[in-house]
Structure formats: C-alpha cells, structure tokens
C-alpha cells in the first residue's frame, strides 16, 4: 500500500480555513491527515472507501461533514440492498456501485466494473462526482475540484438518470415526459425563473453549492425542474432525500408548495388570474373573499388538504404503482409517480400512456391514487365528474354576470379589489383543473358568494337559474360564522 505525501500548504490551507468560517465547517472541514490509499489496476482513478468496514469515503475523509449526511441515505447501502436481493448478476453491478454511471467518466470499466473491489461497493461520492485522484492529489488546485452536474442530460444519461432509468427504475423518462422536465419552457425574464429554472429555484432556495453549471446563465442551457431541484443528493434528513418535506401543510416550507403559488389571490396592479394557486386552494387559502362571505379564514379545508392526507400532493401526484401483465400475472411496467399525474391515461392493461400529457376520456384514466380513501376507483371517479360539473356550471355563470358589470370596475390603476375584480379572478379558480379535487368546497363557497355581492354591489342578477344552495357538502369540521 502507497501513501500519498501531503504538501504542508494544503493542511495551513484547511486549519485556516476551519478558524475563519466556524460557521461553514459542512463545507470543508479538516479532520485529520488526509490519506488515501492508491487504488487497484485499471480502477480510472476511483478512490472509493479509504476504510470498507466503517463506509469511509475517501472524500469524507476531509469534507467529513457530506460523509456523515450521505452515510444516512440509500445510497450507502445500494450495494448491500443487491447483496441480500437473491438476484445479484453482474448486469446489475454498475448501478449499485461506484462505476462511469452517474458521472463524466468516460471509462466505462472504471471503479467496480474492473477491480470487483470492495472499495467500490455502494453509490459514493465518485458516482456523481467523477474519479476524484486528481483532485486528492491537489486538492488545493481549482480546475482539479470534481463539481457534481444537475443536468439529466438530453439522452437521459447523464447524472441521476444514467442509474434511475430502465425498466427496473424509470425514473428519469416519465419525469423527462412530465411538465417538470420541461419547465423552462418560453418563460425568459429571470423573475421566472426561481420556479421555472433548476439553479435559480435552488439559488432562491439558499442553496449555493458548487456544482458543474453553476456560473451558467445562458438562456439555451436552462435547467427545467430537475432531480436535485426536489431531492438533496446528500442528505437523507426527509424520507425519499427531499431537500423539504411534503407532509408539512404550509406554502413556505412544502416542497410542492414552495412554487406552487404563485399567484392565488388578485393583485391590485394586475388582470392577470390564478398562477400556479393550487397549494393555497388546497389549504383553504386562496381567492378574492366577497364581504359576505361566511366562513372563517382558512376553514374550508377537506381532507385531501388535511392531516388526514399526510402527504398532502405527493398522496395523489406522486403515486407509484406496478402493472403486472393480466395472462401470465409477470411484471410489466413500473410507473415511479414522476409523470406527476394524479389520474393518468392508461391503455387497455393498465400501462400509462408513453407521453403523459396526451389527453384522454375520464373512463381511461387510472384513479389508483384515490383508492387509500375512495370506496373504488369509480367512486372517486364519479366523486371527480359531479364536482368538476358544478364548478363549471357555476363559473359560467360567473362569466357570464361578470361580462355584464361596467368596465369602469376593471382598473389596474384603481388601488382597489373591485367586487367584479376579485369575482372574475375567483371564476379563474373555478377553471382550473385541479381545483374539482383540490378543493371544491372553498371554490364553490367562494362563487356563490360572488353571486350575492355582485348583486348587493351592482344590482345584478343572474338569469340562469343554477342552483344557489352548496351542492358539495362543506367537509364536517367547518362552522359557519
Ligand atoms: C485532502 C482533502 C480532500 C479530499 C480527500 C477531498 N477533498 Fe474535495 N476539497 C478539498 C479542498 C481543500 C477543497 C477546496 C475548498 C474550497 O475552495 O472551498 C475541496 C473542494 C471540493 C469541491 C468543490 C467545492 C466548492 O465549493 O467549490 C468538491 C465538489 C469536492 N471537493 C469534492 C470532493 C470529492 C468528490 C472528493 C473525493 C473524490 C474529495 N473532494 C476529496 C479537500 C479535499
Ligand atoms: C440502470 C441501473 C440499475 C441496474 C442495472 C440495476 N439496478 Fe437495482 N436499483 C437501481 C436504482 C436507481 C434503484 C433505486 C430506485 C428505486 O427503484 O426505488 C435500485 C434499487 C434496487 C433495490 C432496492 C429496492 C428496494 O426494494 O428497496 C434492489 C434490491 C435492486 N435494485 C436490485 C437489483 C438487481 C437484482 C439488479 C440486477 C438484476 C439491479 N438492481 C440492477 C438501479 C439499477
Ligand atoms: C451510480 C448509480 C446512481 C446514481 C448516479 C444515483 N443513484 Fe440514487 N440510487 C441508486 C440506487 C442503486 C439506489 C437504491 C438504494 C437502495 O435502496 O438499496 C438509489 C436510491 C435513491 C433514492 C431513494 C432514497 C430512499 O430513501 O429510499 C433517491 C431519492 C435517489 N436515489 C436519488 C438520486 C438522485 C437525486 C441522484 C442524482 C443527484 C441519484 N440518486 C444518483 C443509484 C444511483
Ligand atoms: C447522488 C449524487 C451525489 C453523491 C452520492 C454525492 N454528491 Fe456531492 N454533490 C452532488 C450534487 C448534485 C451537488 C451540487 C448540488 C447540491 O449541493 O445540492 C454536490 C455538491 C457537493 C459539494 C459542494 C458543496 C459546496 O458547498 O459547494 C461537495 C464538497 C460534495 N458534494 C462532496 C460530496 C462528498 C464528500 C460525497 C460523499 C460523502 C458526496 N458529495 C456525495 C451530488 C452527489
Ligand atoms: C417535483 C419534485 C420531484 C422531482 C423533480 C423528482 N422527484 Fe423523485 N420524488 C419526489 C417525491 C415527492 C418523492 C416521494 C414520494 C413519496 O413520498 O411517496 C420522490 C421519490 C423518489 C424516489 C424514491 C421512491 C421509490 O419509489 O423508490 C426516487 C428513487 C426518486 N424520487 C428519484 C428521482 C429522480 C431520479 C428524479 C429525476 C429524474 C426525481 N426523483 C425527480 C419528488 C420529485
Ligand atoms: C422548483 C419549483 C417547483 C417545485 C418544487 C414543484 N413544482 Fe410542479 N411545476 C413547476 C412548474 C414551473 C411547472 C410548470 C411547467 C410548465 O408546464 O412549464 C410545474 C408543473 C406541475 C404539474 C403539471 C401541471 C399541469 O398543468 O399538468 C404538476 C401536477 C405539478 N407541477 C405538481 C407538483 C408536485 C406534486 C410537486 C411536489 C412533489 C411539485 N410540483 C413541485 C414548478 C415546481
Ligand atoms: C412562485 C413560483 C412561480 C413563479 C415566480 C412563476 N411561475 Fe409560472 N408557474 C409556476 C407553477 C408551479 C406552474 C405550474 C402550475 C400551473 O400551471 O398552474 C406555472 C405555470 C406557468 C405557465 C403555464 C404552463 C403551461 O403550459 O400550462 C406559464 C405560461 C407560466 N407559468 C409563466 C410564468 C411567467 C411568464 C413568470 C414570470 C413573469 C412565471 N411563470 C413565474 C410557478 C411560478
Ligand atoms: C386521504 C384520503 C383521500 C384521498 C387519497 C383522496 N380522497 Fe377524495 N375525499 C376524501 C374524503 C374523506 C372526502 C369527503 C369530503 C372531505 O372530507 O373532504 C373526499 C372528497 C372528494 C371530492 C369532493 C366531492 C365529494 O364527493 O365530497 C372529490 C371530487 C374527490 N374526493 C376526489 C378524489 C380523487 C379523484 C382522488 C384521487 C386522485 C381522491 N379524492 C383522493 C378522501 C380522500
Ligand atoms: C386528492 C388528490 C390531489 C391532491 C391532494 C392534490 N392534487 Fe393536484 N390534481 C389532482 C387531480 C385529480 C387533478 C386533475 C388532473 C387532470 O385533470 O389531469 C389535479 C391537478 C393539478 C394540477 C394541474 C393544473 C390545474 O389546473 O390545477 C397541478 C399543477 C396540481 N394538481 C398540483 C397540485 C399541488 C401542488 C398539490 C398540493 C398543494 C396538489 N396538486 C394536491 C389531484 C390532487
């Protein structure tokens, strides 16, 4: 065994770092002499484990405070988790070990892949950051630092989906196939950006780690909502590594929620309608409230928007299942819950559709996700149809007695809500597609007490004789003031 020898300058270089920064010592911190152990023949320069039995990384034995986060997640046991599995294979090694996958190394029988070393057992540091020898050497040279990438990639192989992929672990293509892995989408102005760009939702997040596109503004190569954006590569802190929890019923702290609410109630200077309001609606938060309106702030809450539903989004939009093929009752498709669907198009046996966002008849949607509270299926199925057509009907009718107040009400210079302002808005809510199940009771109260105002404030009456009596039962734990 060869020790590397370690230049002095390095070691003042961590000591005064560690004294200068007490605070960011997750950062870099000194712990002891840094030594690694030279690797086996054709390992690519993978350092792997510099201690197999204790799960030291060779990286970890400076930047120790990244070894003891990533020592709690999945990934330090992906190799034992194979080992016990039964099916073990060689095919199955790459994935489960520190190899090319995962990073720019272009050796493909790098790391475990040459050496069936030890060393290289389990998903470490080098699996997302590349062979780190040039680095340990020098570590003090700037081009040398191994920077992780967020980029998934255009052909899926690059990063978290070069092993989250294929028919074992489709993660990475139904998420490419979702919304979320084309977010960037026309939206040029950077204000945009902290939700609709992977580095400017993390950067607005307060995470300013180093990584490979870091310094990179440039429009063409914007990042959508990518993994890392939603999971923490290092820290298992959540369950799942999320970088915020989804259990949490609170916009600021529910990763979900973070961006989705945007805009959930009118803004004095614009026209502009509901923006991404769906976490807000769900908590009972969201809409312009008409004077008369009778319920308490915040109390028009169902259950999907409650304790009841501890997972709040993720319960219906993250919802994993497996379709086993009906004749010979073998696996067929995994569907990882990262389309983000909550009701997806399936075919015949029960396959979602290959591109998620391809509309399709109600009778062809899969309500799987429904089914923990639901009685079936069809019942949530048909729970979805009687609401989805009370809330059209009645933002029709709102429409409608909105086209009829005078266009002075509609000002964006006024510095006021004007009842036809807020009443137009609240239709907005009515339409969006989310809010039949997100929740239908606060949209429904919302618009009916739209009616009432519209009539107290411009003497309007509407003639389509739809029912003014709540047609959904607001949930039991509401009281009317
Ligand atoms: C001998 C100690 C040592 C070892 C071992 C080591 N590093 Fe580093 N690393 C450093 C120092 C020192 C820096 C520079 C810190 C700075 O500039 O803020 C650094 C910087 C980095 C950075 C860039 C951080 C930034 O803010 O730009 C990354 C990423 C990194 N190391 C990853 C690794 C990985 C992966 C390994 C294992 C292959 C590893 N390091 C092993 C000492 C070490
Ligand atoms: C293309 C990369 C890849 C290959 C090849 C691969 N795996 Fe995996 N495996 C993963 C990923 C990624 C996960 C974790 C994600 C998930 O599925 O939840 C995983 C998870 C697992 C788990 C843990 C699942 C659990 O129940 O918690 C086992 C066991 C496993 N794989 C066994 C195997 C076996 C056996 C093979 C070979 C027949 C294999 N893997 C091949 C990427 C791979
Ligand atoms: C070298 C292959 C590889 C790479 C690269 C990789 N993973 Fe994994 N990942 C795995 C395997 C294998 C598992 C399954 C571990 C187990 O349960 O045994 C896993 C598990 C996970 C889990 C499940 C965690 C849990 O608590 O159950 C998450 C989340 C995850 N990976 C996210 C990521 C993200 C995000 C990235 C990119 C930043 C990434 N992975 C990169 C192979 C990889
Ligand atoms: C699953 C992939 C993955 C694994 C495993 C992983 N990293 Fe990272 N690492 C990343 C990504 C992506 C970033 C940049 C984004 C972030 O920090 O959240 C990063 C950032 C870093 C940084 C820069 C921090 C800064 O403040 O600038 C360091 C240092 C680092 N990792 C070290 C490590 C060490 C040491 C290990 C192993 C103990 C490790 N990483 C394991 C993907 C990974
Ligand atoms: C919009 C946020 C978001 C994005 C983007 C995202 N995920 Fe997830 N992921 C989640 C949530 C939420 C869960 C947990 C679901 C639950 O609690 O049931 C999860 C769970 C997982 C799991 C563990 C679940 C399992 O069944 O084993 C893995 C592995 C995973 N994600 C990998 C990925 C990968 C790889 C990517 C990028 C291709 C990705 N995720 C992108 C939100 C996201
Ligand atoms: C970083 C911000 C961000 C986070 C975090 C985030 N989203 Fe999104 N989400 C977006 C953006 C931006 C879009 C719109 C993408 C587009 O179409 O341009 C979107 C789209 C969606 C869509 C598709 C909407 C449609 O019209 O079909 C769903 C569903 C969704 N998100 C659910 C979730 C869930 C559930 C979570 C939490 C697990 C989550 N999002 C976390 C930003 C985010
Ligand atoms: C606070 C987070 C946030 C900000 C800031 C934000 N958005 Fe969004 N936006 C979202 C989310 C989340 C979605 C997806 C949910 C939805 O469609 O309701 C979305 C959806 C959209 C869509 C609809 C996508 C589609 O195809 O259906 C457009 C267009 C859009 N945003 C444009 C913009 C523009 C332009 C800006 C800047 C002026 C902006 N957004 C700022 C969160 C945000
Ligand atoms: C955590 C349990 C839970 C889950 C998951 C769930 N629901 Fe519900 N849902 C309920 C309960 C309980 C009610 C009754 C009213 C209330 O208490 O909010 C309800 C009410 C509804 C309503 C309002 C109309 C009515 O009948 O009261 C619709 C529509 C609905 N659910 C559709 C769905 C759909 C579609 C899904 C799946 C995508 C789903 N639900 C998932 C528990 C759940
Ligand atoms: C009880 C199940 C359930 C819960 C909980 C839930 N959703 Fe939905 N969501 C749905 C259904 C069903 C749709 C309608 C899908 C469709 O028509 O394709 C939907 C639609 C959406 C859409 C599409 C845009 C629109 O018009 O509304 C977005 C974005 C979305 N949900 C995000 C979220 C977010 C963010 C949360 C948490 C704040 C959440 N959802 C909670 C079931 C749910």
Redesign the pocket.
């Known amino acids: 065994m060869k020790q590397a020898s370690w230049k002095p300058r390095v070691w003042i270089a961590f000591l005064s770092l560690a004294l200068a920064l007490p605070g960011c010592t997750d950062k870099i911190v000194y712990k002891d002499l840094p030594d690694y152990v030279a690797p086996p023949e054709g390992a690519a320069g993978f350092l792997g484990f510099s201690d197999v039995a204790a799960k030291r990384t060779t990286c970890g034995n400076c930047h120790s405070g990244k070894q003891a986060v990533w020592q709690s997640t999945a990934h330090a046991r992906a190799w034992d988790d194979l080992a016990n599995s039964g099916a073990q294979a060689k095919a199955c090694e790459s994935c489960h070990s520190v190899s090319h996958k995962g990073n720019f190394s272009t050796d493909t029988t790098g790391g475990y892949v040459a050496t069936r070393n030890a060393r290289y057992e389990n998903v470490q540091c080098e699996s997302c950051h590349g062979p780190g020898i040039t680095h340990v050497t020098n570590p003090d040279i700037q081009g040398n630092k191994p920077l992780a990438s967020l980029n998934v990639g255009a052909s899926l192989t690059n990063g978290c989906g070069e092993c989250h992929s294929s028919s074992h672990a489709p993660f990475v293509e139904q998420w490419a196939a979702s919304r979320h892995g084309k977010a960037v989408g026309s939206r040029n102005q950077s204000s945009c950006w902290s939700c609709h760009e992977a580095k400017h939702a993390l950067e607005a997040w307060g995470v300013n780690s180093n990584y490979v596109e870091k310094g990179d503004t440039a429009r063409a190569t914007a990042l959508p909502v990518v993994c890392t954006v939603c999971h923490d590569p290092h820290n298992a802190k959540n369950p799942n590594q999320l970088r915020f929890p989804v259990d949490v019923p609170d916009v600021e702290q529910n990763l979900c929620m973070k961006c989705h609410h945007r805009r959930a109630e009118p803004e004095v200077t614009s026209s502009s309608g509901p923006h991404s309001p769906q976490g807000p609606v769900l908590l009972g938060e969201a809409g312009w409230i008409p004077p008369n309106f009778q319920y308490p702030p915040g109390s028009l809450v ?3 928007g409650s304790d ?2 501890p997972k709040l989004c993720a ?2 939009h993250v919802n994993s299942f497996t379709v086993n093929d009906a004749l010979t009752g073998k696996f067929s498709f995994r569907a990882t819950g990262h389309s983000f669907q ?2 997806p198009c399936v075919d015949g046996s029960g396959v979602p559709f290959p591109d998620p966002l391809t509309p399709c008849e109600d009778a062809q949607r899969s ?1 799987k ?2 089914v ?3 009685l079936s299926e069809n019942a ?1 199925r048909t ?2 149809a ?2 989805k057509t009370r809330l059209t009907s009645l933002a029709a009718d709102m429409d409608a007695l909105v086209a009829r107040i005078p266009a002075s009400a509609f000002s964006t210079t006024d510095n006021k809500i004007t009842t036809g302002e807020g009443c137009k808005f609240n239709s907005g809510l009515a339409k969006e597609r989310g809010s ?2 997100h929740n ?1 009771f606060l949209v429904e109260a919302l618009l009916l007490a739209c009616k009432t105002q519209i009539g107290i404030d411009y003497g309007l009456t509407s003639t389509s004789g739809i029912s003014t009596r709540p047609l ?2 607001p ?2 734990n509401v009281k009317v003031k």
């Open positions: 169902g259950t999907h009841r539903n319960t219906c909550p009701i309500f996700a429904c923990t509270c639901h949530a729970a979805r009687v609401a039949p199940i239908p959904l039962q949930p039991p």
